[in-house]
T-cell receptor, first 117, second 111 residues
């Protein structure tokens, strides 16, 4: 299957700082990438859909000024958590859409664990 | 919009036994149903998927069945092994739309 990477795999930061998480599709081009947030023992919560070259579409309740998403190329999307606070601590996972012929599915990255002190 | 339910929420089986996880969906237009396995601290991994024009798909020890009339699909794992222990998520989607995930099933395979 297609490979999606995330960097960093974990990060600890002080309250008030900003953190950038990178999501890359390694062996394919992804016109659409997705950002999810996952709390312990819970399902995946879609935060936003990122399309290359255009503004991200945020789900209801997700602050777009808090979670900045940039999809600058067909292989890279970034999520920046601005002025992070302890309640932003979570597991953030990106996924990339693969649509070719009859295939249209999503492959996930390994996730980034953010801890805000 | 689409809504996906998943049962059971937790499942414990003895090594070598079979495990079955069932999902139901609400939107009859949904036509793609993937299953993901998530190990602790990792991202979900696509393990098998099925499209609405197929009733069953098998890949070694795992299989997925789809009942479009009843709007449910199931994951079957045979000859379970300890490394099958993980959280499994089902999802449903109509082509071009976003995935809707089930709440997940925590599978424990006891040695």
């Amino acid at each position: 299957g297609a490979v999606v990477s995330q960097h960093p795999s974990w990060v600890i930061c002080k309250s008030g700082t900003s953190v950038k998480i990178e999501c890359r599709s390694l062996d394919f081009q992804a016109t659409t990438m997705f950002w999810y947030r996952q709390f312990p023992k819970q399902s995946l919560m879609l935060m936003a859909t990122s399309n290359e070259g255009s503004k991200a579409t945020y789900e209801q309740g997700v602050e777009k000024d808090k979670f900045l998403i940039n999809h600058a190329s067909l292989t890279l999307s970034t999520l920046t958590v601005t002025s992070a606070h302890p309640e932003d601590s979570s597991f953030y996972i990106c996924s990339a859409r693969v649509a070719s012929g009859v295939t249209d599915t999503q492959y996930f990255g390994p996730g980034t664990r953010l801890t805000v002190l | 919009g689409e809504n996906v339910e998943q049962h059971p929420s937790t499942l414990s089986v003895q090594e070598g036994d079979s495990a079955v996880i069932k999902c139901t969906y609400s939107d009859s237009a949904s036509n793609y149903f993937p299953w993901y396995k998530q190990e602790l601290g990792k991202g979900p991994q696509l393990i098998i998927d099925i499209r609405s024009n197929v009733g069953e798909k098998k890949d070694q020890r795992i299989a997925v069945t789809l009942n479009k009339t009843a709007k449910h699909f199931s994951l079957h794992i045979t000859e379970t092994q300890p490394e099958d222990s993980a959280v499994y998520f089902c999802a449903a989607r109509y082509y071009g739309q976003n995935f809707v995930f089930g709440p997940g099933t925590r599978l424990s395979v006891l040695p």
